[in-house]
């Protein structure tokens, strides 16, 4: 019954119509502290500085007009800047001051009307970059909550005003939609005293361990791997358990400079033929998968992932649902290729799709994989076909690798 119970608040679950300032309002009216929305006990009755929204100089004096976190924008006052002990909020007020001016065309740019205020423009635009980072900041925190794997995941935009999406949920396995069944429990576990040495489970399914004991992957694309599942009588550290400890690195969903939107960047270094992420997100029938792809093509997105290990009967949809995946872009000279696996469900019609590093990948740099699968590099194989469903518009590439087909389909 709780579980049922669960379920049934999480259908009943619709966004709130009621503003922010209005529910502050009401909170400090209450003496109620939500820290979702700003109110907490630090700052139910006191006031801490959530953000700078203006700046005027008045007889000599700077000036400051400050956002008070937890309480509405009515209430913002004019404050003098000897007051404020804020240094890193005053720091990020003047960077997005000067980023907004170096997007104005030299010389044409004005700071100030008669040394005494900013334009109204400007102004507008720091409120803009600070709301956005403090969204941006708010999401970061709820995909952080929500994964269930070691890495951690941050979000940056320093190239607009984008916030956060506001239809994509994360989730961290693969969300059937009904008349779908995932339920499909191995019959069969291994009981070696060591996996790496002893015939395991990919023996049983008629093919080779799919890791080296580096935990990379030495297998060719178009092998499918065969990892322990939990009938085998071996523990998590077990070596043929590399796609179910799920993402080990820190990753970054960040707004490219390019033009492609989201991407997804590592902050540290990983090594080639490792395991980064899965590819997750609903599972629909290839029917409903073209019904689907005709209203994305309208829109100009590719989330659609045919499952076409032995047949095309379903396919994986990451437009709503899905993981930091969602937000990796492609190239034609990609980092990342897919391998297809089996667990704890072995139906060849419903494999996990894993992402393997083809090379070193370094700090910094953008994670990327072929959208038609063609994988890069050593590892390639034209013979393997992993292509995202059918589209009926061709979509623009602009990933500016040296080997750009041109387009993404």
């Not at 008045?58 to 240094?87: A, F, R």
């Not at 005494?116 to 980072?133: C, M, S, T």
């Not at 779908?180 to 996996?195: K, R, Y």
């Amino acid at each position: 019954m709780a579980a049922a119970g669960a379920e049934a608040r999480e259908a009943w679950c619709v966004p709130c119509l009621v503003s922010l300032d209005t529910l502050q309002e009401l909170c400090r009216k209450e003496k109620l502290t939500c820290k979702s929305i700003g109110i907490t006990k630090r700052n139910l009755n006191n006031y801490e500085v959530e953000y700078l929204c203006d700046y005027k100089v008045v007889k000599d004096m700077e000036y400051y007009l400050v956002k008070w976190k937890g309480w509405p924008d009515s209430t913002n006052t004019w404050e003098p800047l000897q007051n404020l002990k804020c240094p890193l909020l005053l720091q990020q007020f003047s960077n997005d001051k000067h980023n907004y001016l170096s997007r104005v065309k030299k010389g044409r740019a004005v700071t100030l009307n008669n040394n005494k205020a900013l334009k109204p423009a400007i102004a507008e635009y720091i409120v803009k970059k600070a709301k956005q980072r403090i969204a941006l900041q708010r999401w970061q925190d709820e995909l952080n909550r929500r994964k269930n794997h070691k890495g951690m995941i941050f979000v940056e935009n320093t190239v607009d005003l984008e916030g956060p999406p506001s239809d994509f949920y994360y989730i961290n396995e693969y969300k059937p939609t009904p008349g779908i069944s995932l339920v499909n429990e191995a019959t069969f576990g291994c009981s070696c005293t060591d996996c790496f040495l002893e015939k395991c489970c990919p023996a049983e399914a008629g093919v080779l361990l799919a890791y080296n004991k580096n935990q990379q992957i030495k297998i060719p694309p178009g092998t499918p791997i065969y990892e322990c599942n939990s009938r085998c009588q071996c523990g998590p550290d077990c070596p043929n358990r590399i796609v179910q400890k799920g993402t080990q690195y820190s990753l970054c969903i960040f707004r490219t400079s390019n033009g492609c939107g989201w991407g997804v960047k590592t902050l540290v270094k990983i090594k080639r033929m490792s395991f980064v992420m899965e590819y997750v997100g609903e599972v629909i029938t290839s029917e409903e998968a073209e019904r689907r792809g005709q209203l994305y093509d309208n829109k100009g997105i590719t989330y659609l992932f045919d499952l076409d290990y032995e047949s095309d009967e379903f396919t994986v949809d990451a437009a709503r649902y899905g993981n930091v995946s969602h937000f990796v872009n492609h190239s034609c000279d990609p980092n990342l290729q897919v391998f297809n696996v089996f667990i704890d469900n072995l139906d060849t019609r419903l494999p996990r799709i894993a992402l393997f590093s083809t090379r070193t990948i370094n700090a910094g740099e953008e994670l990327t994989f072929d959208y038609q699968m063609k994988g890069s590099g050593d590892i390639s194989s034209d013979s393997i076909d992993y292509s995202p469903a059918k589209k009926r518009v061709r979509t623009v590439c602009r990933c500016g690798a040296v080997t750009c087909r041109g387009y993404l389909n």
